[in-house]
């Protein structure tokens, strides 16, 4: 069984705070996302990695960075929190072209992060 | 631009029932339609995928169709049960991108 793991369920954090959010997927998948959600607005694409040391940007990249240093892990950084950013955020993988069903995506349980 | 509607009110339907959710497109030629189903609090979970040359798929109690004519996906879930009570969303992927482009969900609640 596939799973996508999120450090945090929730995050409790300061205006002006640098936040971190990891996400760790364990089947080896090649391409990783991070996703807002808010009411309203469905899910919403902040970053995409496709490989070790590849980020693409999404729909909604400002405010946001992202590292990723191993193929398992990817880390989305507020650099400095503001209450706009209040919301869901939801870490995803997709395997490998080669698999056959690179398609579907694997989400992580999601971390509500509150900004204060 | 391109944009996808789901309906944004509840949908409840008694047990037993077959339960219909829409899923409308503009502007957007997807190479495929898939179907999530999300729990309060929770990522969501994948359930199935439609391509664009397919006319039906079936899973179980769950069936999608996808007409690229009208711009359009259908999902139903036969016998639905309370545990079928949870908010389901439609995404779209095109060959050659990474990104998929997710509607806001229709919230089903089936009724004892």
């Known amino acids: 069984d596939v799973k996508v793991t999120q450090s945090s369920r929730y995050l409790v954090k300061r205006t002006g705070e640098k936040v971190f959010l990891e996400c760790v997927q364990d089947m080896d998948h090649e391409n990783m996302f991070w996703y807002r959600q808010d009411p309203g607005l469905g899910l919403r694409l902040i970053y995409f990695?496709?490989?070790?040391?590849?980020?693409e940007k999404g729909d909604i990249p400002e405010g946001y960075s992202v590292s990723r240093e191993k193929k398992e892990r990817f880390s989305l950084i507020l650099e400095s929190a503001s209450t706009n950013q209040t919301s869901m955020y939801l870490c995803?993988?997709?395997?490998?072209?080669?698999?056959?069903?690179?398609?579907?995506?694997?989400f992580g349980p999601g971390t509500r992060l509150l900004v204060l | 631009s391109q944009k996808i509607e789901q309906n944004s009110e509840a949908l409840n339907i008694q047990e037993g029932k077959t339960a219909t959710l829409t899923c409308n497109y503009t502007?957007?030629?997807?190479?495929?339609l898939q179907w999530y189903r999300q729990d309060p609090g929770r990522g969501p979970v994948f359930l199935l995928l439609?391509?664009?040359?397919?006319k039906e798929k079936r899973k179980e109690r769950l069936k999608v169709t996808f007409d690229t004519t009208l711009k359009q996906s259908l999902f139903h879930i036969t016998a639905s049960q309370p545990a079928d009570s949870a908010t389901y969303l439609c995404?779209?992927?095109?060959?050659?991108?990474?990104?998929?482009?997710f509607g806001t969900g229709t919230r089903l609640k089936v009724l004892a």
């Open positions: 502007n957007y030629s997807p190479a495929y």
């Open positions: 439609i391509r664009e040359n397919e």
């Open positions: 990695s496709y490989d070790v040391k590849m980020k």
């Open positions: 995803a993988s997709t395997p490998s072209r080669a698999s056959g069903t690179r398609e579907t995506q694997y």
């Open positions: 995404a779209l992927g095109s060959s050659g991108t990474y990104k998929y482009i």
